[in-house]
């Protein structure tokens, strides 16, 4: 794993801006060669291969991080019960309850809301907008659940994300199910 990590027990996890920092430190520096005029196009070129290294590497943690929390969110949704797995695991099971995500989740549903109201203009959206307007009142209820501060699982959290996010979700593709029976089950799973 990268450098530069935040600490979770043992675990150290990728952290992109940590990763880029001592770069982009470096490009400052190279900088700094500027004020002298023989050196001022050397101190820009300089700082700019810094600061593309710097990206490059943020770039590569981010990568890391995704492909961490992907391999854990698998290990929560093949736990029929709960997880108490792994350092990783349970890194991932936090940060998917936690109030930021629960929030954002619930804006998610808003917004799908909002474009699937009849009085807004169709728009690119692959929403289903009439199969929304007919669960309003469910997608209602799982967005004030995800409000509500009672404790959600890692696992209901995962499936609503699924439900909102992938193209082949009830939500946008007619063939994937009924979205009544989708929503019932994120309900049920957010459950502890």
Known sequence: MATHAPSFGRLELPRPSRAALPLLALALVALSLEASPQLRLAGAGAAACFALAGAIRAERARAELRSIRRSADRVILASAVGVEGSEVVRWRTLELVAPATRN????????SLRRADPARMPSASPL???VARRHRELLQ??????????????R???????LLREPHSPLYDEHAGDLSR????????LEP
């Open 104 to 111: 954002g989740l619930a804006r998610e549903i808003e917004q």
């Open 128 to 130: 289903r907008r009439g």
């Open 141 to 154: 209820k799982v967005e004030a659940r995800m409000v509500d501060g009672r404790p959600v699982t890692a």
């Open 156 to 162: 209901g959290v995962l499936l609503l994300r699924r």
């Open 182 to 189: 989708a929503l019932a089950r994120v309900l049920v799973e």
